[in-house]
C-alpha cells in the first residue's frame, strides 16, 4: 500500500467503521472499503465498470452482508430497488468527481437517505484560491480524457450544501490535490 493510500485508509475505517443499517457505497471500485464496515450493516455497493466490480466481488469479507449492483448510480436498476427515505448511510469515497450528472446523484442521496441518516464523503475538489482554481479549469478537460472521466474542478462541497445536506463533520486539506471529507445530515425542513 503507497503512502497515499495508507492515509486515505485511516480516513476510511474513521469514518466507515461505525455506520449501521443499510448503506450505498456508490462507485465501490476494487472494493477497497469493505473491509471497514461493521456487523451490523447491508451495503448495497454501485460499480459500473464490470471489471472493477469483478475485483470488488474477491474483496467482500466472509459473512457480510454486501451486494454489488454493476450499475452506475443514476441508473434506473438502482432508483427501482432503493425506496425514498430508505437508507442509513450512502457513502462516497472518490466518486463524485466522476459521476456524470453529479447533481442527480446526490439530489437522489438526499431522497434515499431516512432523516436521520449520513452522507460520508472523501473527494478531491477545485481549488479555492482563483488562480489555483483557473489552472484546474484549464487543464480539467485534458485530465478528463486522461483520468477516466475524473474531473480535477468539482465544487463537490458546495454542491453537497447546496442540495440540503448539512456538515456534522467537515475537513478541508491537501494531499497533492485539494481534499475534503465530512459526514452529513438532511437539513432539517422547516
Ligand atoms: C477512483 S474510483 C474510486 C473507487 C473507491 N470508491 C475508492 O474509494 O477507492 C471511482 C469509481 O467510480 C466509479 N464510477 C464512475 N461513474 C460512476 C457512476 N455513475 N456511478 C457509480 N460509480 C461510478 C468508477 O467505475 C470507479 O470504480
Same mark, same amino acid.
Given at each position: 500500500m503507497g503512502q497515499f493510500e495508507k492515509k486515505l485508509s485511516k480516513k476510511r475505517r474513521g469514518l466507515l467503521a461505525d455506520l449501521e443499517g443499510k448503506?450505498?457505497?456508490v462507485g465501490a471500485g476494487t472494493g477497497i472499503n469493505f473491509q471497514f464496515y461493521g456487523k451490523n450493516t447491508e451495503v448495497i455497493a454501485v460499480e459500473p465498470s464490470l471489471d472493477m466490480a469483478?475485483?470488488?466481488?474477491?474483496?467482500?469479507p466472509n459473512g457480510s452482508n454486501i451486494t454489488?449492483?454493476?450499475?452506475?448510480?443514476?441508473?434506473?436498476? $438502482?432508483? %427501482?430497488v432503493i425506496p425514498n427515505e430508505s437508507l442509513d448511510a450512502v457513502v462516497s469515497t472518490l466518486v463524485l468527481c466522476t459521476v456524470p450528472n453529479v447533481e442527480l446523484a446526490i439530489q437522489n442521496f438526499y431522497k434515499w437517505l431516512k432523516p436521520s441518516g449520513k452522507l460520508i464523503l472523501i473527494e478531491h475538489i477545485r481549488p479555492k484560491t482563483s488562480l489555483k482554481g483557473k489552472v484546474f479549469d484549464f487543464i480539467n478537460p485534458?485530465?478528463?480524457? $486522461?483520468? %477516466?472521466g475524473c474531473n480535477l474542478n468539482r465544487n463537490t462541497d458546495q454542491l453537497i450544501k447546496n442540495a440540503g445536506f448539512v456538515p456534522t463533520y467537515e475537513k478541508y486539506y491537501d494531499m497533492g490535490l485539494p481534499w475534503y471529507e465530512g459526514v452529513f445530515t438532511r437539513r432539517k425542513k422547516g
Open positions: 448503506i450505498l457505497e469483478k475485483r470488488a466481488r474477491l474483496k467482500i454489488i449492483m454493476e450499475h452506475g448510480v443514476n441508473a434506473q436498476a $438502482v432508483i %427501482d485534458a485530465w478528463k480524457v $486522461v483520468g %477516466d
